[in-house]
T-cell receptor
Framework: QKEVEQNSGPLSVPEGAIASLNCTYSDRGSQSFFWYRQYSGKSPELIMS????GDKEDGRFTAQLNKASQYVSLLIRDSQPSDSATYLCAVDEGGGADGLTFGKGTHLIIQP | DGGITQSPKYLFRKEGQNVTLSCEQN?????MYWYRQDPGQGLRLIYYSQIVNDFQKGDIAEGYSVSREKKESFPLTVTSAQKNPTAFYLC?????????????FGDGTRLSIL
């Protein structure tokens, strides 16, 4: 059974601080990793994708991947109240457009 | 604008009734997907399709059916066999060029039982 694990939170972070979100996955053959942001009542929005070990930065967001440890993380720098949302980690084990496995998400609260 | 359109936004089903959720995309994506999300849960894959006239079962296909007669359209039918249909249904699509492309989602349909 493929599994993607996330701490459900809530994770509370002061405005302006760094928010760190973590995700582990069970399938060692996984190839693609995605972070989605989901506001309450809305659909998920892609914010980062990462495919190889190391860090990938995009604006205030940094995704980190460690395939040996089966671990992927998302860092949000200079956190803003608008970053308050649920963050979903998704993993593509197949590499061939055959669907993603999602974690249950981490609820992030940025405190003004 | 290019995107994924799901309709209706809200849908109510009576006992024993089949209902169909619409999903249309104009992104020229080959692959399309249906997911279900229950409160406080992640998304679970129902069905997916990588090419017209072909589709595959996901993790929770029982009680659902799909068709893919056109590249742009991937409707989902929730049949009366699905005993717990109340959920948020999300349609997604992705390109299959260069492999491992991210999926993008429509706005979703909320289905409830009357």
């Amino acid at each position: 059974q493929k599994e993607v694990e996330q701490n459900s939170g809530p994770l509370s972070v002061p405005e302006g601080a760094i928010a760190s979100l973590n995700c582990t996955y069970s399938d060692r053959g996984s190839q693609s990793f995605f972070w989605y942001r989901q506001y309450s009542g809305k659909s998920p929005e892609l914010i980062m994708s990462i495919y190889s070990n190391g860090d990938k930065e995009d604006g205030r967001f940094t995704a980190q991947l460690n395939k040996a440890s089966q671990y992927v993380s998302l860092l949000i720098r200079d956190s803003q109240p608008s970053d308050s949302a649920t963050y979903l980690c998704a993993v593509d084990e197949g590499g061939g457009a055959d669907g993603l496995t999602f974690g249950k998400g981490t609820h992030l609260i940025i405190q003004p | 604008d290019g995107g994924i359109t799901q309709s209706p936004k809200y849908l109510f089903r009576k006992e024993g009734q089949n209902v169909t959720l619409s999903c249309e995309q104009n992104l020229n994506h080959d692959a399309m997907y249906w997911y279900r999300q229950d409160p406080g849960q992640g998304l679970r894959l129902i069905y997916y399709s990588q090419i017209v006239n072909d589709f595959q079962k996901g993790d929770i296909a029982e009680g659902y059916s799909v068709s893919r007669e056109k590249k742009e359209s991937f409707p989902l039918t929730v049949t009366s066999a699905q005993k717990n249909p109340t959920a948020f249904y999300l349609c997604a699509s992705s390109s299959m060029d260069r492999g491992n492309q991210p999926q993008h989602f429509g706005d979703g349909t909320r289905l409830s039982i009357l």
